[in-house]
């Protein structure tokens, strides 16, 4: 087998797969690429057995086909070494010995046998759906929700993003059971309800294969995998089995105490505030008043505090509540709009916030955060 191929091309796709190859596999195999020739395209794949990406290469001088495991490590280190150039790959089917030359040398690779790599998962076609999704709204309900995902050996249905498809709009849910976000796109819509859960490293894998993309992208999945293909890469990763809690019943519908404030203004304020609070339980106060927001924090251990004052809109009576200041700041962090408004209904209550106004009229978003127990 044989075939010529850009060094700086190869290295973009290898360098985008091997972010699924996973540093505690105890398969060996699992520490290679596969590489599989066709007659006009050259095939990759990397896997963890729980997530798979595929990557293809449209190449015009190849002879022979087959298949050889590459050590991903090895061939990533020496493609990052070279200057843009054609590189030509020579492999022995039988001892799977891999030869790389380049303008100014030659470089050998002991490979294994395909055969070893595991078989990726299929789909059940009798159980599968399938949905093409534009790869912005995709990408947008990952980048909101990912960060609000768990990390719960006892509970793992928390530890990916709920995905729910129907024909008014697809919902991303993440949460973590202090805080909770909740992003649909109603650009984004299935002729049928179903749901998932997706995992957080495919997720993540998404996060950083998106951005590049033009095109809508096809999302099947049955019960067990979600296949996400895209122009040039093919994700397929096992969901997270079992039933994601009735999170809809957790959100407040009642909260008369509305405030309208500057994000940016507000977020400056609560990382100031927060370098005075405990630090083990990062508590800081919000009292709310007509036309003005008093945050404040305090460690009697070290004798410090701080408050400050900002004006705001504000419709409701008096409030005062405490928030994990870390997990304000990371809502605060994922809504993008200048202004936010915050809804509360008392101090014991979970509150909500909203961006204030919204560019995008497909989007809806709201963030939730559970309150935290103000001493007196």
């Known amino acids: 087998m044989k075939f010529v ?6 290295l973009s796709h290898l360098s985008a797969i091997s972010k699924v190859i996973s540093s505690k596999s105890t398969m060996p195999i699992l520490d290679n690429f ?33 298949a050889v495991a590459v050590p991903a490590k090895l061939i990533t280190d020496t493609l990052k070494e070279f200057p843009e150039q054609p590189l030509t790959f020579q492999i022995d089917a039988e001892s799977f010995q891999v030869e790389i030359f380049s303008d100014n040398g030659k470089f050998s690779i002991m490979g294994q046998d395909a055969e070893d790599f595991p078989e990726q998962p299929e789909l059940d076609e009798e ?18 929700t990912l960060f609000a995902t768990a990390d719960d050996e006892l509970r793992p249905v928390m530890n990916g993003i709920y995905v729910e498809l129907s024909p008014d709009y697809m919902s991303f849910v993440a949460s973590d059971a202090h805080k909770l976000v909740r992003y649909r796109r109603m650009d984004a819509k299935a002729e049928f309800e179903s749901s998932f859960i997706l995992p957080k490293k495919p997720a993540s894998l998404l996060k950083g294969l998106l951005p590049k993309e033009e095109f809508d992208v096809k ?23 079992g039933n994601y809690p009735s999170y809809n019943s957790v959100i407040p519908t009642n909260n008369p105490n509305k405030m309208i404030i500057d994000r940016l203004n507000f977020f400056n304020t609560v990382k100031r505030v927060s370098v005075f609070s405990n630090q083990a339980s990062n508590l800081i106060k919000l009292n709310i008043n007509e036309g003005q927001l008093v945050v404040s924090a305090q460690d009697i251990d070290f004798s410090i505090s701080a408050v400050e004052k900002l004006s705001c809109e ?16 990371e809502i605060l962090t994922n809504i993008s709009t200048g202004d936010v408004q915050v809804e509360l209904s008392d101090p014991t209550r979970a509150g ?3 961006p ?20 007196a």
């Open 34 to 66: 596969l590489f599989q020739l066709s007659e006009t395209e050259l095939t990759i794949t990397a896997s963890d057995l729980e997530s798979t990406l595929i990557t293809s290469l449209e190449l015009d001088n190849i002879e022979g086909e087959g």
């Open 356 to 375: 204030a106004e919204t560019d995008d009229e497909d989007e809806d978003m709201l963030m939730l955060l559970m309150p935290m127990m103000i001493n």
């Open 314 to 329: 504000y419709e409701g009576d008096e409030i005062e509540i405490g928030f994990k200041s870390t997990f304000l700041q």
């Open 127 to 144: 159980a599968a759906s399938s949905i093409e999704v534009s790869h912005m709204a995709l990408l947008k309900g990952i980048e909101k």
């Open 219 to 241: 999302m099947e999945f049955d019960e067990k995998n979600a296949f996400f293909t895209l122009s040039n890469y093919k994700l397929i990763c096992r969901l997270v089995e």
């Open 5 to 10: 191929v850009s060094s700086t091309e190869l």
């Open 352 to 354: 909500l916030l909203l």
